[in-house]
């Protein structure tokens, strides 16, 4: 990551890097909530059709929606911030990349709350729509189970688990365990300039395919969140906006499992990575790609390093 050398106010510290994490999360879940909101309750309540598609082409929608979302939070915000969007993409950079462990609290609010305000957009943009479907089929929000269950419009902001775990938790655990360690893992790969890092600033895209995969192999056990800001922001203002114990604390209190998951399964991917990957590269004195894209420009505080090559413990 490039170090700012000449700074101008605010924007040259890492306030500018915040608001660049909340900006590029605010992005992601406008478009990525924003895709599930037009599948539950736009399109069949605009006319244009009773259903959108069956349970697979619904999923088509949301699985691209998503990908398409994280592609252009990356491109937005990836120049300044190298564009975590992710509260465990930035733990796993901490944990094994040399990312200050001082900015991982202010990076997490920031992906927070843009996620947050980015929920709020989605309800304002599509608020007749929800009200529409629930009316139509006898939904009344905050209702959790029955004929009047509000799952269904809450759905549109935040994850459920699958009714077939039965209220088990070690299964949408492992699921988001295993969804976020190949997202670190694939995030490190096309960011190692060790590695086959993409040339022609093709990684956002790239990680909007990785993103794409995770949910078309594993989605439908647990809605594959992969990120606790990408779920708890949308969550919490579902909690105000009517959803109540339907949001907070969720079927089979959830709440903790896409936070806590993709928190483990982001720092167990990138020790995999670096264990069979990067530091086989480093030991065989692999030189750097010369040309592959930079890691966006954050600022580095005096003293800080990039986390060493693995020593004699290591081999």
């Known amino acids: 990551m490039a170090a700012v050398r000449r700074k101008t106010g ?3 510290t890492v306030w500018g ?23 539950v309750a736009a399109l069949n309540q605009s006319g244009r059709g009773a259903l959108a598609f069956a349970a697979s082409g619904d999923w088509l929608v949301i699985v691209w929606g998503w990908a398409l979302a994280v592609t252009f939070g990356v491109y937005v915000a990836g120049g300044v911030s190298g564009a975590h969007i992710n509260p ?8 094994r990349r040399g990312f200050p462990w001082m900015k991982v609290p202010i990076y997490i609010v920031a992906q927070v709350v843009g996620a ?6 989605v309800y304002l943009i599509y608020h007749a729509a929800i009200d529409s479907l629930e009316a139509a089929k ?6 959790l189970g029955g004929p009047h269950d509000s799952t269904p419009t809450y759905s549109i902001f935040a994850t459920f688990p699958a009714s077939y775990f039965h209220g088990y938790w070690v299964g949408p655990f492992l699921d988001q365990v295993v969804g976020t360690g190949f997202l670190l893992m694939f995030v490190l790969a096309l960011t190692d300039t060790l590695n086959q890092a993409p040339r022609g600033n093709l990684t956002p895209w ?7 995969a995770i949910g078309l192999s ?38 903790w499992i896409p936070i806590v998951g993709p928190f483990a399964g982001g720092v167990l991917g990138a020790i995999l990575y670096d264990l069979f990957i990067h530091d086989t590269l480093v030991r065989r004195g692999v030189p750097e790609e010369v040309g592959v894209e930079a890691g966006g420009r954050v600022v580095r505080e005096e003293g800080e390093t990039r986390r060493p090559p693995p020593d004699d413990m290591d081999q």
């Not at 890097?17 to 599948?39: P, Q, R």
């Not at 006898?138 to 209702?143: L, M, P």
Request: glycine fraction near 16%.
């Open 10 to 12: 605010w924007r040259g």
């Open 17 to 39: 890097e915040v608001l660049s994490e909340f900006l590029g999360t605010f992005i992601l879940i406008c478009f990525g909530d924003g895709s599930v909101a037009m599948t």
């Open 88 to 95: 465990a993409v930035t733990l796993g950079l901490a944990v």
């Open 116 to 121: 947050f305000v980015g929920a709020a957009l």
């Open 138 to 143: 006898g939904i009344t929000r905050g209702v």
């Open 206 to 212: 790239i990680i909007g395919l990785v993103v794409a």
């Open 218 to 255: 594993f989605g439908a056990n647990a809605g594959y969140a992969i990120n606790p800001a990408r779920d708890f922001g949308p969550r919490f203002f579902a909690w105000l906006a009517g959803w109540g114990r339907v949001a907070l604390p969720g079927v089979h209190n959830y709440v």
